[in-house]
């Protein structure tokens, strides 16, 4: 089965939408422990950061508009919702930190948000 087999339809608390670009920060939090003249550190372990997932949406077609505008209402809602994220499926409680809408046509006249 091929990876564009198993991808998922993105939604964020219900409304969809098509991801043109997807990125996510994977780390780990720590504590640095160094001391006077020793060379070095030693680095304690405090667990998994939160992920970090950054996506550019594509809204295109006719009721492009109508369907950008459902998504920015949900956007502005406050709380947590569920994220179905193409490659790592549901995130139940995923926080929205932050949005940039940039309209722009590129290729075949696609408007890009």
Known sequence: MSW?????D???????FDVLRE????GRDHADHEYPFIDGADVHDLGRKARNIRL?????GEDYDT???NF???LDKAGAGELIHPVY??????QLI???VSPRCGAAGLLHR
């Open 23 to 26: 990125s996510t920060s994977h």
């Open 89 to 94: 499926g549901s995130i139940p409680k995923a």
């Open 67 to 69: 369907r950008l505008q």
């Open 4 to 8: 564009q087999d198993t991808l998922q």
């Open 56 to 60: 550019t949406a594509i809204f295109w």
């Open 72 to 74: 920015l209402a949900v």
């Open 98 to 100: 932050e949005c940039q």
């Open 10 to 16: 993105a939604s964020f608390k219900g409304v969809r």
